[in-house]
């Protein structure tokens, strides 16, 4: 997709449908007046008007409604660019010209980019595709007084589409193509882009005690593997950098604790921490962020096997604590427990946040808007909070009350992988925070928004959403840079 600015005089060319995002209450004269009157548009956010050949107008228009004028914000021109693409993309017509209701160039950007974030599609795999369902627009231009400054302000959103449409592309490949070393392999490629990676494999972590992590893919053939990804774009490139750290089950059957057949395919999409935060590090390197920051990946694939791990086995994590295996499925805690040591023994970061699809209970708790927040740290979760508040990624603060912690003390170790049925969610951070040394540290259990089907938003397409992408590249844009 082909993104410009243009003025709001620009003449138009050939095959152009024009958007005009209106807000609620406007009044329309002529051919307009009278479509507008004889339908229920009202310009409420969200609804669209199609005006076939308007006397005087482009051979085709459509009304966008951006709801009230006082709140046009950066999400809202996010969405209105959305709609207005979906709206046209399969209408055979090549350039959606955009108007907007407010010059601002911050929003004509924005407007923009909710283009770039709507018209991302996964359809490598389609190879019988009919012509007319694929989309026909190839341009889209907004137009607004200031066209260069929005031209100026756009790179960094451009740089997080290219990111969020990464880390898509990581979510829905299927597990047979996107394996732990394929994963790495196109972690490293991302070097290009200025990132350092550096990949361990199973004898280095072995070497490392990373007992833990090892378990869980020691019933697959596909060698698990650790991924560090450096971004040092500080001033002072020795000064404390901040760590992210991904939960990458490339494909989850729960091992020999194995789920139900019906619904298994999801389980391709829980390395979606993993791909959240190649996703991060993609967009800090892509607009050049002045910050350091460690990105971590725990790469494994959770098997049943001949030499699948049991439930009831005892491994010992790099941290030195034992952990009982109650149940295979509670895989990814098993993952990041390893990956979490291993990253504040190594970088001493300010901080550690993880995402990781952890549980089911987290649907169960918050539904499929929301994720998980639980953190150790008030600060930390506020700036979390407050990012995903501003970035359209919706993120709820919960408890990590210490009483719960006797359901996951376990009898003949340390620690067991599940503390039953009830706070299954809280449960399992308090089972990360056990391999967390005091560090400020943050968990999110994305389980439920990193992927969505149907989706509900208009810069979000069915299937991999990208969460997480932009509240950690806000966060780490407004609280550690310059
Ligand atoms: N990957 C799953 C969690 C999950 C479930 C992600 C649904 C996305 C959609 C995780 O590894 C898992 O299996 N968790 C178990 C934990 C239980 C065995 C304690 C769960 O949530 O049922
Ligand atoms: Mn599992
Ligand atoms: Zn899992």
New binding site residues.
């Given amino acids: 997709m082909e993104i410009e600015f243009v003025a709001a005089d620009a003449p138009l060319g050939a095959k152009t449908a024009v958007a005009r995002v209106v807000f609620e209450g406007g009044s329309y004269d002529g051919a307009l007046g009278r479509a507008v009157a004889a339908s229920r548009f009202t310009g409420a956010k969200g609804q669209t008007l199609d005006v076939l050949a308007p006397e005087g107008g482009p051979d085709r228009l459509v009304l966008v409604g951006a709801g009230k004028a006082d709140g046009f914000d950066a999400i809202a021109a996010e969405h209105a660019g959305a709609t207005a693409w979906k709206t046209l993309s399969v209408s055979g017509l090549e350039t959606l010209r955009i108007e907007l209701p407010n010059g601002s160039k911050d929003l004509a950007a924005r407007a923009a980019l909710g283009v770039r974030l709507a018209c991302y599609r996964f359809d490598k795999y389609r190879t019988k595709e009919a012509a007319d369902k694929k989309p026909s627009l190839t341009n889209a231009q907004v137009a607004t007084a200031e066209p260069d400054a929005a031209l100026a302000a756009f790179p960094p959103l451009a740089a997080l589409a290219d990111a969020v449409s990464f880390t898509r592309d990581l979510v829905s490949e299927p597990a047979n193509i996107l394996y732990p070393v394929e994963f790495a392999r196109r972690v490293k490629e991302l070097e290009r882009l200025g990132l350092e990676v550096e990949i361990l494999g199973e004898a280095e972590m072995a070497a490392l005690g990373m007992g833990s992590l090892l378990g869980v893919g020691q019933g697959s053939v596909r060698e698990s593997q650790l991924v560090v990804i450096k971004w040092m774009g500080a001033d002072d490139k020795s000064a404390q950098p901040v760590a992210f750290v991904g939960k990458g ?1 490339c494909f ?1 059957t ?1 091992g020999i ?1 194995i ?1 139900p057949a019906d619904g298994m395919e ?2 391709k999409w ?1 390395m979606g921490g993993a791909g959240a935060v190649t996703g991060l590090m993609h967009v800090l390197a892509g607009r050049k962020a002045k910050a350091n920051v460690i990105g971590i990946l725990g790469l494994v694939e959770n098997m049943p096997d001949g030499n699948a791990q049991r439930p009831g086995d005892v491994v010992t994590s790099m941290s030195g604590q034992t952990i009982e295996v109650i ?1 295979t ?4 805690r098993l993952v990041l427990a390893d990956a979490l040591w291993y990253c504040q023994d190594r970088f001493k970061p300010k901080f550690m946040v993880d995402l990781a ?5 987290i ?1 169960i708790s918050l539904g499929n808007d929301y994720a998980g927040c639980f953190s150790n740290n008030d600060e930390l979760a506020a700036n979390l909070l407050d990012a995903a508040g501003k970035e359209g990624e919706p993120l709820w603060r919960m408890p990590m009350p210490a009483a719960y912690e006797k359901q996951i003390d376990s009898v003949i170790a340390d620690v067991k992988n ?1 503390g039953g049925r009830p706070a ?1 969610s809280i449960t ?1 951070a308090l089972f990360l925070q056990r391999f967390v040394n005091n560090y400020p540290w943050a968990h999110l259990d994305i ?1 439920s928004t ?1 992927w969505k089907k149907p989706s509900t938003v208009p810069t979000i397409p069915d299937g991999a959403t990208g969460y997480g992408v932009r509240l950690l590249n806000r966060m780490v844009q407004d609280r550690y840079e310059g």
């Fill in positions: 089950v989850d729960g604790s789920k999801d389980m829980d149940n499925d509670a895989e990814g699809t952890l549980t089911g209970a649907i599940t299954g399992a389980a990193a």
